[in-house]
């Protein structure tokens, strides 16, 4: 009974799998409406593994599709999927340490298509066609080629037009015969589409009479309906070898191409095609794939074979070739038809000689081939030639760097000198150093040695000329690589201040011409000059330098004579008697919103409400916001004063007229220099403390800004007291305005607001005389992790209370209209390691141990 039982369930659980997977199931006996590209790998592999457990090969089914219709396209893409599907388990079986399966029909074809080197066999992909969606496959949209040979099952379409009209559709039978009708049977095959029309022609000529004569009046046409199919036998060295059905019209590639090509140990230059027993064809793909002759892809006929032999003899071709890969060669081929096949050398080939490995015996031996045997060198199997690139030297090169107008390589000649070189390479700039020239020489040995010249000494004839060397470099100084690059500044109030280029002569007016002169706010005397110590002096930071201008940008007395030296600093004061209007703003509920400007220094805010008319009857008093500005301030490291004064500088030259003049567009290229090179240093601050707490609150700011986008500032909710404002001007609770301060106050609010760690955050109806606790309760209450004691409300003028405990009593803030609830979050228990544990218990127990120890 209990055996019945197994059985019953086991009948179920086969039928429930074939249930679950009807395409897969079906596709076992009927392949005719299969569709490859539709199958994932599992089902694909899924159907192989149940057709091997009912007694199918992969050569079974595949011929099994055949028989019911399945396309040759659709067998060919299941055979590549199949070997697909099985190289990738053959590369996880070769890493993973289980039990080799049983080789199937698939790991064979797998196999076969492997070669022991990963070097590309050349020709090999050509008929590959599992993920090409074209290939050689045959075209049957052109016209009826002439040299088709007719056979049992073409239709041929017979049209007569001109005087008589006619129609006849025939299709040739087994015998090779069509039947008209009124003219009986025309034997037709063997015979090619001209062959068959002048056949026809003669035998109706004899009703149409009207076809003959020297100007006939009646024509006949015939053409090829449908094509006939044809079998064909692929076999040897192919991908899936068998019997196949094509078309007629097909060639030895469609063939190759239909079977999923050549494996890796097949001949692509002896392809042999077999016809009624005897060899009609040998086809060399090369011949195709060099020069597209196609004359011996000869167009297939009923029962031909193909015949794929292993491949004979196989080089390897690297290095710098156009095309490095395995070739195959004939008995009669040399190694320049080898460097043909690989498409030549490339432009870096040392083409002079070529060095080969060829496989002697039990051993291997290296030898060289030389240019004038490349024709009559023949390869042997195995040979693996290696063509090596032009060595990375140069056998006639100097150089010159530097301060020239064209520095560069340059080729020596025998009794070159550096004077020579210069000249060749147009001669010296303006800024170049004539004190000290170097010339870098390389020794023998590779090691380098510095000769030392004196630049102004050799050009005037005062030393004598050296001449140089191969690969000897000569470096030309400018004067500005030995110092830093100079400028000056200007700040404070003037219309156009920054760094500016120092020139030699160049005076207060001059600079301050340059930053646009001053503003309006501006105090023509006191101008302090900063002025850095050319030598450290105790307690002395900088020099400092007080003038006095005229407004017209002329110095006063002894300033005239005054010059600015490098790195000055020029500050122009504010005049301490002008002032600039200040605004504040008001929004909300008053009689007349909008920008108010500030009337004196103790302008409060009291004040501004009674020049905006008061407010009116909707205003929420408890509700009254004041918005300020603040602003955070950090140091900045010398690196970024630096790059600040330099990048400045080169603004401005990009700001300037474009036609700069030679020592401008010089001292552009010496700033972006020392650009990169600052750049580079900057990297190793941003580990800085303070350069971290600086981004840090650059991020905060951006976040939070209230006011557009500022770099270091925001603004502030600062929660007032309208109320005693209005019931006590001018007192503590009155604050002075600041400009930029936006006094708030909205109408009259009747909602709170939940957020955090409750149930359902929400907005609900303000009611009066509630507690904090019953409006959490409204949102469902507190949340399994809220942390209940640290709940706080922001109240709607924006000063903040907390919940207060004393003992075991928590007191919860009141609420009032407009106030926002913020329950906060527990943070997650962590567990405690058994490590920590085991830590714990140790030191108690020493503890103990101590204290047991110790004698009272």
Known sequence: MVQKIRSYFYIIGLLSLFVSQPTLSQTILDFSTIKVDELSDDQIQSLMQRASSMGYSQQDIFSLAQQQGLSLTEISKLGQRVSKIESSRASIAQSTPIKRPVRTYADTVFLNNQTSSSTVIFGLSIFQNGSAKRGFEPSLNIPTPQSYILGAGDELFIDIYGTSEQYYQAEINADGNILLENFGPIFLSGLDINAAQNKIKNKLSKVYTEMGGDSPSTFVSVNLGKIRSINITVVGEVAIPGTYTLSAFSTVFNALYTVGGVTGNGTLRNIKVIRSGKLITQLDVYDFLMSGDNKNNVRL??????????????????????????????????????????????????????????????????????????????PKPGDVYQVKRVLDRFTNRVQIKGAVFRPGQYSISEELTVQELIQRADGLKGDANLSRALIIRTNPDLSTENISIN???????????????????????????????????????????????????????????????????????????????????????????????????????????????????????????????????????????????????TERISSLLERAGGVNQYAYIEGATLLRKTEFHSEITNIEQQVQALEALLNRYAEADPSLSEAELAQVARLNQQLNELDKQSLDIEGDPFYAKKERLREIVQRNALFG?????????????????????????????????????????????????????????????????????????????????????????????????????????QVSPGAEIIVPTKPPKLPVAISEVVGITSGLATLALLISQINF
Not at 307 to 312: A, F, G, I, K, R
Not at 370 to 378: L, S
Not at 513 to 524: E, N
């Open 455 to 601: 630049l102004k000494d050799l050009m005037e004839g005062v030393s004598s000329d050296i001449q140089l060397q191969r690969e000897d470099v000569v470096q030309i100084f400018s004067i500005y690589d030995l110092k830093e690059e100079s400028y000056v500044e200007v700040s404070g109030e003037v219309n156009s201040g920054g760094v500016f280029r120092f020139s030699d002569r160049m005076t207060i007016e001059d600079v301050l011409v340059m930053a646009g002169g001053f503003k309006s706010s501006a105090s023509a005397s006191k101008i302090e000059i900063t002025r850095r110590f050319g030598d450290a002096k105790a307690g002395n930071v900088s020099e400092v330098f007080v003038v006095d201008v005229d407004r017209n940008l002329s110095l006063n007395g002894d300033d005239n004579a005054f010059e600015l030296q490098p790195f000055d600093h020029v500050i122009v004061r504010k005049n301490p008697d002008f002032f600039v209007q200040k605004f504040v703003a008001i929004e909300g509920e008053v009689a007349y919103p909008g920008n108010y400007a500030i009337k004196n220094q």
């Open 709 to 813: 986008d500022v770099q270091l500032g925001n603004s502030d909710a600062i929660g007032i007291n309208l109320k005693k404002i209005l019931e006590e001007p001018n007192s503590k609770y009155d604050l002075i305005l600041e400009e930029g301060d936006v006094l708030v106050l909205p109408k009259q609010q009747e909602t709170v607001r939940l957020r955090g760690r409750v149930l359902y955050p929400t907005t609900v109806v303000y009611e009066p005389n509630r507690s904090l606790k019953h409006f959490i309760n409204m949102a469902g209450g507190f949340g399994n992790r809220a942390q209940r004691k640290n709940t706080y409300v922001i109240y709607a003028n924006g000063s903040v209370a907390k919940t207060k405990k004393f003992l075991f009593f928590k007191t919860y803030p």
């Open 301 to 378: 006929q009923n029962d031909d074979v193909i015949l794929v032999e292993p491949y004979t003899n196989r080089v390897e071709i690297n290095g710098a070739v156009k095309r490095p890969a395995i070739y195959e060669l004939k008995e009669n081929e040399s190694l320049s038809d080898l460097i043909k096949y690989a498409g030549g050398f490339t432009e870096n080939a040392f083409s002079d000689q070529i060095n080969v490995v060829r496989n002697v015996g039990k051993e291997k031996v290296v030898a060289d081939v030389f240019k004038n045997q490349f024709d009559i060198f023949t």
